[in-house]
């Protein structure tokens, strides 16, 4: 398939409905071990996204990528915001402005989003965040990648590994982010930012195929 | 869920243009990004004040916005940190030259936003300086968490710097202030009751009937404990005793205490953990000089309190007394 | 029934000792019998402002003794209306020479009490006059009921014959004016949560989670109507409505709006709510000159709210404005 | 049996031991259609009274009945404070100074009482108040003193015709006192002073035998 802003722009369309399909379930995980928000906080960010792209599509993915960043950076708030924005900020640097991604430019721009993350929120793998998520996505997209994979083989690897790692979660202590003041009793949870990473990596997998 | 509502989605819109139009007179409240700003501002030649957090808390911040306290207040979705376009829109708003300190709760979403708008609005070359204030005791371990959570002590933080920058002290000593009141603070809370979050729909947690949370945050989140409910002697020594051994407080010191309600907890029940807290204090040998009792730092509207001390001297003493015109606090004026 | 309290039986004298310590700048508190009282009282040649009620309103009434407001206070147990001899105490502690009024919420047990404690004063020689204050209309057929209850209304004339008082008004002059914000006040109520007498250790009625009492008085008594829950656009107009066509409040007239939490009902919820009020008012052509948002008459834990419309005149007016130092009211000092 | 200040000190030690037992029930009534406070009010009154009863007792059955009114007055609060005070005081003024009652006595001291609880509270028959308790057991204990009853006769009959009256308030609706705020909600409920009444008088009688 092409890659093109067009197709990025659709993918996130499509992540938009999913969140909000979603919405319930991930303010359900964040009520259990953080503070309720979760699931709202992502569905009113991609509802503005998809109000900016109406009509508006910039004319790169890199472009795309970059509005999202600065849309989810404005009207998220929360821890997510400014993760899920840097995430997507260093992806479309990463991108650049090429006009149409490949299975190693999405791989890259996975790589360059997961950097990001880390670089904000200082999370290790096993902190029960999104990283736990978005680390293996990484490795599957790179190795899918590396033995010449195209986008849809790069993100239905990423997705998969992105779920396997969200389910890691659960037995989890959280050590960094609201679920952590619980201590102990944050085991048993699944990590709403590690379930809503994998939603994410699922929907784009889904519209690449 | 119960509330008196409309739309969850715009409870806090809806909220601001009730406070807009209560305090006219204080308050200036720009909507496209949401910001509480004071009247008067920018006010020339003085450091501009600005806070902001989650709503759900009120009077917190925007109740905190005027003369001698806050210059502007970000308001976030119900227990969502602000974004940065609404921090950056307040700095532009209330600089008045002399730079601009935020005053940050410490929670992963409050900091890491901040953060991104101290980096814009220094880009537009405005000297912004972050304190970043984490009082609450009931936070352990503070290697393997986010640390501990900003609380109560915010607001005796945001008084009192508050009262130093109207008298004209500089950004570097407003700064130092700051760090100075947050050395010397500590809080700790409790819940009897949960809270609903309006877009949630449903309690944030559920407490049996002779249950509470012991070391509760103010964002509706579960706290580190759960005990049984004891009598007000059983309550108010299990929030204090945690308190004063941290710092530690001890013989001798003179002390604020801010006895807080969590919202649903009315003030007949305040005065009476207070005046437990008064006797518990004097047994210790630490004088209380300075007192808040009311819901000043709440959540919704969650059944509990917690307490809050804060170790003064003769300049924080001076500047707690010193004139403050906000919707919450109002004296000297 | 959960709160953060001893023994259900000193709930009123524990809260008050908390109380003294909180505010020993402002108030004297006695035990026996409960009083609590200006702490620079008698003020010679004033006429001396007393009210009281049972306890659960807080701040009403203890939180309003102090300079431009009330000379004391009679606290009750909790919902139950104080004993003569606390108000004739209150009576022989604060009288200045130039007489005494007492501001008495209209309740049958409120009524009867402080008819027998005028008699004891008058007795003792001293100047009693009583104003009896019936501002809810949610109560109708009065002549088939104990007649309309005072509730918020009595906020507002406290403070305002209070500022009165302390300007040096005579009795006759308090007397004429409290009858005459008594005629121009009007309030409703509603609750969408019972609260817990803490004696009773049960809620005073229980609603359905869709359902709300509408007219409800602030003694956890149930309300004149359990309606369905609605948003706040039908929540605010089902206060408003009776209130302004009762007096009736027209077009031109100049008020005060009073929005008030019954205690759980949280402050975002209240400036939500008063934003609507406001907005209502406007399109009726009646203009808001003053207002007052807070949790200042409540019912224990109870959420809900109620809504008090006071008509101004210039005077009552400047009588808002003046200065009053209390413990809950503070401005211009 | 002879109806002395020891006898009358007696009964109302008896009443504050029937008071505090019923406390709760008192305070479910007055939960139904009043403030939930009558139980604790009563309780608190009574109890106040035994302690000034104790070594102390007033050298005559009106020294006792006026103790009772006084101290009901300065710890009862509420509604029932001042009623039950006024009951007492305008009975112990009725009573005088006599040593010793008789049936002729009580009645006349009954009739006194609900007189002053009249005259303080303005409650008709038929408003749902103790008045509905109060003014069937004074014509009952009227017409046993009549024919040459004694105490415990004419006690018998007022307790009797006291806990029909309370009955008769279920049905009724209030119109006067915080029950009448409900309007035609207070229908179906026993008045809680009327109940309270009824008790009295039933502690009374039973005393008496
Ligand atoms: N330091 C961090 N690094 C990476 N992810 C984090 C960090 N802190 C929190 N998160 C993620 O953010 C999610 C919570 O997001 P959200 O509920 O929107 O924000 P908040 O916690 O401020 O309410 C968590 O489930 C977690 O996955
Ligand atoms: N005007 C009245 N006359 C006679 N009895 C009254 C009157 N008003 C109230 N009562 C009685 O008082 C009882 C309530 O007493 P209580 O609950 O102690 O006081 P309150 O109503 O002030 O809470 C009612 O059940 C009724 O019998
Ligand atoms: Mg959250
Ligand atoms: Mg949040
Ligand atoms: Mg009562
Ligand atoms: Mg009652």
Known sequence: MDCTAESVADAMRAVAAVVVEHRDELIRLDREIGDGDHGENMARGFTALVSKLDGNVPSSPGGVLRLAATTLISTVGGAAGPLYGTAFLRAATSVGDVASMDGAVVAAALRAALEGVVARGKAELGDKTMVDALTPAVAAAESVAATGGGVAEVLEAAAEAAELGADSTVPLVARKGRASYLGERSAGHLDPGARSTSLLLRTFAGRAR | ?333
Chains 1, 4 share one sequence.
């Open chain 2, 1 to 333: 869920m119960k509330k008196i509502i409309n739309d969850p989605a715009t409870v806090v819109v809806d909220a601001l243009r009730g406070m807009a139009l209560a305090h006219a007179d204080l308050l200036d409240v720009q909507y496209e990004p949401a910001v509480v700003v004071r009247a008067d501002a920018p006010v020339p030649r003085k450091v501009a004040l600005i806070s902001g957090g989650g709503s759900g808390h009120e009077p917190l911040h925007g109740g905190f916005v005027g003369r001698g306290m806050l210059d502007a207040a970000c308001p976030g979705a119900v227990f969502t940190s602000p974004t940065p376009d609404q921090v950056a829109a307040a700095v532009t708003r209330t600089d008045g030259g002399a730079g601009a300190l935020l005053i940050v709760k410490n929670y992963t979403g409050d900091v890491l936003n901040f953060e991104t708008a101290a980096e814009l609005a220094a880009a537009d070359g405005v000297d912004v300086r972050t304190v970043v204030i984490d009082d609450d005791v009931a936070v352990k371990d503070s290697l393997y968490t986010a640390g501990r959570r900003g609380v109560g002590g915010t607001v005796l933080l945001e008084k009192i710097v508050g009262a130093a920058a109207e008298r004209g002290v500089d950004l570097d000593g407003c700064e130092a202030l700051a760090r100075r009141v947050i050395s010397q603070v500590r809080s700790m809370g409790l819940a009897l009751t949960a809270c609903t979050v309006p877009h949630a729909g449903e309690p944030s947690f559920t407490l049996a009937d002779d249950e509470m949370e012991l070391g509760i945050g103010i964002h509706g989140e579960p706290g580190r404990q759960r005990v049984p409910v004891g009598s007000a002697e059983v309550l108010v020594p299990a929030l204090l005793d945690p308190i004063v051994e941290d710092l530690p407080f001890g013989e001798g010191d003179r002390v604020l205490l801010f006895t807080n309600s969590m919202g649903g907890t009315p003030l007949i029940e305040l005065y009476l953990a207070h005046g437990i807290a008064e006797r518990l204090l004097a047994e210790r040998g630490i004088t209380v000089e300075r007192r808040l009792v009311g819901p000043y730092i709440t959540s919704l509207e969650m059944q509990g309190m917690s307490l809050t001390l804060l170790k003064l001297d003769d300049e924080m003493v001076e500047l707690w007394d010193a004139p403050v015109h906000t919707p919450a606090l109002r004296w000297g004026v």
